[in-house]
C-alpha cells in the first residue's frame, strides 16, 4: 500500500522501506544516479527520490523521466545528506505509470500566471498554489461542518432546483429540459430554477429542529465578470430558531475566527506560501482577526463616517443607498483596522425576509465586512410577524400564492428566528489571499466561461 508524502515527511521514518505514488516534478541526473522530485498532492513538499544504474528500468525509463510523468516508487528511506530536506527515498523498485510527452506538456519549471492556469483548469491542480488552495478549501469545508456539529446544529440538504427566488432579483437559472413550450409543459409543473440561496428552506427546518445549517452549491444569472463574482459558488447558510439578532452577529462572529483560525492551525506549510508568494502579512492579518474583538457599527453611523471621509469615492454614498465594496473596504480597512459588523440598514434595499425595526425605516440587517474583500457575510433576523410579512411582500411585488408555504411558518408557531449567508470561495479567497475569486474554486463558471 502506498504512503502518502506527507506522512512521510512529517514522521520521517529512516529505515522503513515503503512506497510511494505521485508525479515528477523535476530530475537532475549526475553521473550513475537521478535525483527525481516527486509530488503526490498530500502536501507542498517533494519527496526527493534517488535512483541509480542499479534498477533495471535505469537508462530505458528513468533517465527519460520528465515533467508531470506519474510514476510508483519503493524503497527505503534514509537521513538526506541535502540541505532543506530530513529525508530521502532510495528506490528499489521504480515504475512508470503515465508518460507525459514534454514537448507538449504546459506546465514546465517555471511560474505561470493565474491568467493562463485559467485555460488549463484540468492540470492547474498539479501547481503548487492552486494545489494549496485546495487543501485549504478541503480543510475549511471540514471545519465549517465541525463547527456547527460540535454546536448541535442540524445539517439539511435544501434543494438545487426551486421554484422560489430568495432575493428577489430573478437572476436565477431556469430549469428546462428543453422540449417545453407552455406553461402546462413545464417538467415540475410551474417555472423552476437553480437555487440561489437555500435560506428559506432552511427557515422550514429551523422552525422545527431549532438550530440548522446548509452547505452547498448556489447559482446566479448575473452578468458580472469581475474578480469577486462567479456563476456558480458555495453558500453556508446557518439559521437559528428562537434567536435575535444579537445572537446571530455572535455565532457568526465565533464562527469566522474559528475558521480562520483552523486554517493556519492545520494548513501550515500552504499559509505560508501564501503569506510569502500572494499576499504579504497574510499570517499577520488574519491572525489579528482571532485575537480581535469586532467592531460594530450601525448602518446610519457607517453612512457619516463615509460622508466625512477625505477619500474620493466612484460611486456616491447617501443614506438608502447600498454600501459598495470601497465603501466597505474604507470602513474596515482605513477607519477600523479590523473587521467590522454593520447593522440596521434601510428596509427598502433589503429583501422582505427581514424584521423591520421599530423605527419602521430600517430592518435588523447585519453584514460583516472584513479587510481585503469588503462583505463577507450578511444576515438578518427574519421577519416573524405574519402581517408585517404580507405587508413587505406585498410591497415587493410577491405573488403570495407562490409562498403560501413560507407563510404558513408564521401562521403555525411562529418564532424569533435568524441566520445568515457565508460564500464560501469569499472566505476561501480571503484566508489564501488571492486577488482573484476564480482561484477560490476547482472549476469557475463566469459569464462565456465554463471549462471542464
Avoid at 303 to 313: M, S
Wanted: aromatic letters at 10%; a negative charge.
Amino acid at each position: 500500500m502506498k504512503t502518502r508524502i506527507k506522512n512521510i515527511l512529517q514522521a520521517k521514518p529512516v529505515g522503513q522501506h515503503v512506497s510511494v505514488a505521485g508525479w515528477v516534478r523535476t530530475k537532475r541526473d549526475t553521473g550513475s544516479f537521478s535525483f527525481i522530485e516527486v509530488n503526490d498532492g498530500s502536501c507542498l513538499a517533494n519527496l526527493q527520490i534517488i535512483g541509480d544504474e542499479k534498477l533495471e528500468n535505469y537508462e530505458s525509463e528513468i533517465k527519460q523521466l520528465s515533467t508531470g510523468t506519474s510514476v510508483m516508487v519503493e524503497g527505503v528511506l534514509q537521513e538526506s545528506p541535502a540541505k532543506g530536506q530530513d529525508v530521502e527515498l532510495h528506490a528499489t523498485r521504480f515504475r512508470v505509470i503515465g508518460k507525459a510527452d514534454p514537448e507538449t506538456y504546459p506546465l514546465q519549471k517555471k511560474r505561470h500566471s493565474f491568467e493562463f492556469l485559467r485555460e488549463l483548469s484540468h492540470l492547474r491542480p498539479r501547481t503548487n498554489a492552486l494545489g494549496a488552495v485546495a487543501r485549504v478549501r478541503s480543510r475549511l469545508s471540514y471545519a465549517v461542518h465541525k463547527f456547527f456539529q460540535e454546536r448541535e446544529f442540524v445539517q439539511v440538504h435544501t434543494p438545487i432546483i426551486t421554484t422560489s427566488d430568495c432575493e428577489g432579483a430573478g437572476e436565477m437559472f431556469q430549469v428546462t429540459t428543453g422540449l417545453e413550450k407552455t406553461k402546462a409543459e413545464h417538467f415540475f409543473g410551474r417555472s423552476a430554477g437553480l437555487t440561489v440561496s437555500g435560506q428559506l428552506q432552511a427557515e422550514v427546518y429551523a422552525l422545527a429542529l431549532g438550530d440548522v445549517y446548509t452547505f452547498g452549491p448556489t447559482f446566479r444569472a448575473e452578468n458580472s465578470n469581475t474578480s469577486r463574482h462567479l456563476s456558480e459558488f458555495w453558500m453556508l447558510e446557518p439559521e437559528m430558531a428562537f434567536c435575535d439578532l444579537q445572537g446571530n452577529m455572535e455565532i457568526a462572529e465565533e464562527m469566522l475566527k474559528y475558521l480562520l483560525s483552523d486554517a493556519m492551525t492545520n494548513c501550515p506549510e500552504d499559509m505560508l506560501l501564501f503569506d510569502k508568494f500572494i499576499e504579504k502579512g497574510l499570517l499577520k492579518k488574519l491572525q489579528g482577526i482571532v485575537d480581535k474583538e469586532f467592531a460594530h457599527i450601525t448602518y446610519t453611523e457607517a453612512v457619516e463616517r463615509l460622508k466625512k471621509a477625505k477619500k474620493k469615492f466612484e460611486y456616491p454614498i447617501d443614506w438608502g443607498r447600498d454600501l459598495q465594496s470601497e465603501h466597505e473596504r474604507y470602513l474596515s480597512e482605513d477607519v477600523f483596522q479590523c473587521p467590522i459588523t454593520v447593522t440596521d440598514y434601510p428596509a427598502s434595499i433589503k429583501p422582505f425576509y427581514m424584521r423591520v425595526n421599530d423605527d419602521n425605516k430600517t430592518v435588523a440587517a447585519m453584514d460583516i465586512l472584513v479587510p481585503g474583500i469588503g462583505e463577507i457575510v450578511g444576515g438578518s433576523q427574519r421577519e416573524e410577524r405574519y402581517d408585517v410579512l404580507e405587508s413587505r411582500m406585498i410591497e415587493a411585488g410577491i405573488d403570495l400564492a407562490d409562498y403560501s408555504w413560507y407563510m404558513d411558518l408564521r401562521r403555525y408557531g411562529s418564532v424569533p428566528h435568524s441566520g445568515f449567508g457565508l460564500g464560501f470561495e469569499r472566505l476561501v479567497q480571503f484566508v489564501t489571499g488571492m486577488a482573484n475569486i476564480r482561484e477560490a474554486i476547482a472549476f469557475p463558471r463566469t459569464p462565456g466561461s465554463a471549462p471542464c
